[in-house]
Nanobody, 115 residues
Framework: QVQVVESGGGLVQPGGSLRLSCAAS????????MGWYRQAPGKQRELVAT???????NYADSVKGRFTISRDNAKNTVYLQMNSLKPEDTAVYYC?????????WGQGTQVTVSS
């Protein structure tokens, strides 16, 4: 079993920045990759960024150049640094832990970009 818990959401003005954190616990040795997904009202959940345990990253085209995913292995934590935020980035952001055989999800954290 793996548990992931997100933190760091909030309200920010367009052009601002936020950093999300995701702490993993449990059978963390089984995690192949961790990632961030988001779901806006009335839309499907979509991939934002992922990072494998070897450090390879992948980003959605809509966030490339603005968002950065990183990990601190000593703290079992993954971060999502979000810069130049836009109103269309407003969504609930979910952390995901992928063990290849199963996906584990956090409860989500709300990010609202509005003036």
């Amino acid at each position: 079993q793996v548990q992931v818990v997100e933190s760091g959401g909030g309200l920010v003005q367009p052009g601002g920045s936020l950093r999300l954190s995701c702490a993993a616990s449990g059978s963390i040795f089984s995690i192949y990759a961790m990632g961030w997904y988001r779901q806006a009202p009335g839309k499907q959940r979509e991939l934002v960024a992922t990072i494998t345990n070897s450090g390879s990253t992948n980003y959605a085209d809509s966030v490339k150049g603005r968002f950065t995913i990183s990990r601190d292995n000593a703290k079992n934590t993954v971060y999502l640094q979000m810069n130049s935020l836009k109103p269309e980035d407003t969504a609930v952001y979910y952390c995901n832990g992928d063990t290849l055989s199963r996906n584990y999800w956090g409860q989500g954290t709300q990010v609202t970009v509005s003036s």
